[in-house]
């Protein structure tokens, strides 16, 4: 005698109504395990973008700025750090090793980033981890580019493919560095970090082009860049001496970089880097830390995720409600069922179990039904995620957290089933076997 | 077996709402007997059927059931009770719709161990009393798709499963005509007789009543 096999057959006799309820229900599952997911994810994400370096440092500003500059790509450089300080800190003995970031120009809407090998050996992402090559090999020329993931696979790029950079940020920049083509020399391996849609350049290339083109076209001023290069014009006038030479030995050597990473030999002494950085009188610099910097930026992006989360359990409460209105709709229809069963020896108990067996049969189908929506809409949506978010999500089994909330889920399924249950006993006790309708 | 007492209410009193809608002061049904209950509507027929089924206890006197007193027992006992003992049948509706006509017959079983044990193969059973009912050919069939008459005969099948001591049937012929109320009847007293069930049969149709072995009245004496 297993009430369940009653229950199923019941519950398929009234199958339309029942399948409302568990589409209704697996949909506020499935945004639930959604909004949970990316909003993990994009934690994850973002705490995961830098790893092992211990400073940041660029010229005075707020923490969350120079983070938001230098790592994540977003927002225009207001000020730079002189490449004399660069090199002094680089000199510091206790400091391991330094990556010098330029930015300010951009490919088809892409960041160009300046930099040196050094990016390649030291820069660590998501707990340690280092770039690798997909394809081809680090910078070994003035005009030589390494392009991210995305860049490469969205622009169809592969080695060897010339590309030209644009003047300032934005998809829609008018002013071309076209007289100096980059070679695409190596292709990073995708990271989910900011890197895949950045293009780098050796330092001495962005250089090489602005020098070209401040003596080409004279003194223009373009938003969104402030190239050192650009106010060298009165200072330079021996470089374009030379150039007008053809002298080919131009000192390519930047004078002023937008930021730079330090890693420490050991990781204590970053703190105090960082305080003598900050207190450092020739020149407003800040140094952060990148954990506490991304805290902080966390804190700030963190309310929205929030919101999200707060609206899913509404739409997961709403589905609840109607699951409720449900069971209760059908122990009205089921007060006939109810006295037959009485009649052939059912106990008031059997009479709870099935209509707490047919909520928790519900609730099951609906989380079961849930997840698969919710693996089905990662996968199929992942890639314009990636394109539009630059966010890649890996398709992973629930985490300890999802597995809590289904849960949750489950045990609120059967919580509001109690009640109808309650009420199903109360009326078989009152109605016994006499069917009132 | 006859001769033995079945069913006994002994200064019965029943009140619903502070209103006494049944007074009896002795009933008796020996073993095997088949008693028709007659008596107008509002006379207590419905309240006389809960306390046989033991879903209700009465306020005063006593409920004995195969020399069990019901009013001893606790709720629980009494649903183990009527799984075990009793077999009931509706004036109508008597089916899940959910369930086939074989699985609404074998349900009986699924509640009560004693009536279970009785039936070596619930299947083979179940299919034994749908052909001595003439309903073999609807034993597959949709429980809508079948006739009131059909239904009840169902019905009484299922009450007879297991072989209960004590079949209580509340209004069973009330949907039927007259020929398919007669043929009801006759295939009910049928299966009481081949398995020894004591069968207490209540109707205001007094038309059927000559054909029992006793009748009583409710209301009114026995006559």
Known sequence: MSPYSLSLKSMKHRMGSVMITVVSLALGVALLLGVERIRNEARYGFTNTISETDLIVGARSGSVSLLLTSIFHIGN??????????QKIE?????????????????????????????????????????????????ADTYDAVLGAEVAEELGYTIGQQIVLAHGSGELSFVEHSENPFTVVGILKRTGTPIDQTVHVPLEGIEAIHLDFNNAEGHLHHAGCNHS??????SSLDAF????????????????????LVGMKSRPDAVMLQRAI????????????????????????????????????????????SMFGALMMSIKERRREIAILRSVGARPRHIVSLVLGEAMLVTLAAI???????????????????????????ITPPTSTEWAMLGIIFCAGVLIALLPAWRCYRSSLSDGLTIKL | MTGEIAVELNKVRFAWEQDIVLEIDRFE??????????????????????????????????????????????????????????????????????????????????????RNARVTDAKAEGLRLLRHLGLEELTERRVIDLSVGQQQRVAAARALIGGPEIVLADEPTSALDETNSRAFVDLLFQECENTGATLIFVSHDSSLAERFDRSYLLGGEEA
């Open chain 1, 278 to 321: 900050n207190t450092h009188d020739a020149e407003a610099l800040t140094a952060v830390l990148p954990g506490v910097a991304l805290t902080e930026l966390w804190q700030v992006v963190g309310v929205v995720e929030k919101i999200l989360f707060v609206v899913s359990v509404l739409v997961l409460f709403v589905s609840l409600a």
């Open chain 1, 229 to 234: 290069s650009h106010q060298k014009e009165v």
């Open chain 1, 77 to 86: 450089v207001t000020d730079n750090v002189s490449w004399e300080t660069y």
């Open chain 1, 91 to 139: 000199r510091n003995p206790q400091v391991a090793w330094t990556i010098p970031l330029s930015l300010g120009d951009s490919h088809k809407g892409y960041t160009v980033l300046g930099t040196t090998n050094a990016y390649f050996e030291h820069y660590k992402y998501a707990q340690k981890r280092a770039l690798v090559m997909a394809e081809g090999k680090e910078f």
């Open chain 1, 241 to 260: 001496d030379a150039l007008l030479a053809g002298d080919e030995e131009v000192d390519l050597t930047p004078t002023e970089i937008t930021a730079f």
């Open chain 2, 29 to 114: 049904v020996r073993r095997g007997e088949k008693l028709f209950v007659g008596g107008p509507s509002g006379s207590g027929k419905s309240s006389l059927l809960s306390l046989l089924s033991g879903v209700t206890v009465p306020a005063e006197g006593s409920v004995n059931l195969l020399g069990q007193n019901l009013s001893s027992m606790s709720n629980v006992q009494r649903d183990v009770f009527r799984a075990d003992h009793i077999g009931y049948i509706f004036q109508m509706y008597n089916l899940l719709p959910y369930l086939s006509v074989l699985e609404n017959v074998t349900l009986p079983l699924r509640f009560s161990k004693k």
């Open chain 1, 368 to 394: 079961a039904l849930g997840a698969s929506l919710f693996y089905l809409a990662l996968f199929a949506l992942r890639p314009l995620i990636q394109q539009r978010v630059g966010m890649w999500i890996e």
